[in-house]
């Protein structure tokens, strides 16, 4: 077998599963059985087999139960004492999918799988997963701004105000404003052909009855 002359580091993979929790983001973590102990984000190692893709669809399955194939890379983490066991080399993703299709099953070194809201994460991550969490909420953030990726949260019909709500949720703090949020609905998702007005109307509070859409198929 061919030697190396340089050592060479594990790589694995981490995947943030994001999703809204009583009108706020949420992720899933996992109680780890086997040192380093505590709550993780849920990964592991990449096999001789398989790409980064591929393994980190596995982990994430294995370790709570939820398939997904909309995955996004945003990092990777190098620390070289980020690991207490060895040099582990992580790449990140995140995805994001209604809560009614996280049904969490802890498996393979997870005792434990739960949605946590990001307000009440808790105290100490392992690893650098606090890290990892923190850069993976930037770029959720960031592909909203770019990708109707929020779409994918809605429950039709819906009311353009319940569509504001689900962008702030995700960290969208520059459509607060109604007027700002309408504006960029009407330019990016009616005006786009997203999303269309369907029939029926909600009253919401004191306002006037509001329009409903869907998404265009």
């Known amino acids: 077998m061919y030697e190396y002359e340089f050592p060479r580091p594990s790589v694995a993979t981490d995947v943030c599963i994001f999703t809204i929790l009583n009108n706020e983001l949420a992720v899933a973590l996992i109680e780890r059985s086997e040192a380093p102990f505590g709550w993780a984000i849920p990964g592991g190692f990449l096999r001789p087999d398989e790409s980064l893709d591929d393994c980190a669809r596995r982990e994430t399955h294995e370790e709570t139960g939820v398939l997904t194939d909309k995955l996004f890379q945003f990092g990777n983490f190098s620390r070289p004492d980020r690991d207490p066991r060895t040099w582990v080399i992580s790449v990140a993703y995140f995805t994001l999918m209604k809560e009614n299709e996280i049904n969490l099953e802890a498996g393979t070194d997870a005792v434990e799988a739960e949605l946590?809201?990001?307000?009440?994460?808790?105290?100490?991550?392992?690893?650098?997963?606090?890290?990892?969490?923190?850069?993976a909420q930037q770029a959720l953030a960031d592909t909203i701004k770019n990708k109707p990726l929020a779409l994918d949260l809605v429950t039709e019909p819906f009311s353009l105000s319940e569509l504001q709500q689900i962008y702030l949720a995700l960290g969208m703090k520059e459509h607060r404003p109604k007027g700002n949020f309408y504006r960029y609905a009407q330019?990016?998702?009616?005006?786009?052909?997203?999303?269309k007005e369907t029939e029926g109307k909600r009253v919401e509070g004191r306002q006037r009855p509001a329009k409903l859409y869907k998404l265009s198929k």
């Open 187 to 195: 330019q990016n998702l009616i005006k786009t052909g997203l999303i």
């Open 116 to 135: 946590f809201p990001v307000s009440k994460l808790p105290k100490t991550l392992a690893f650098d997963h606090d890290v990892i969490l923190e850069k």
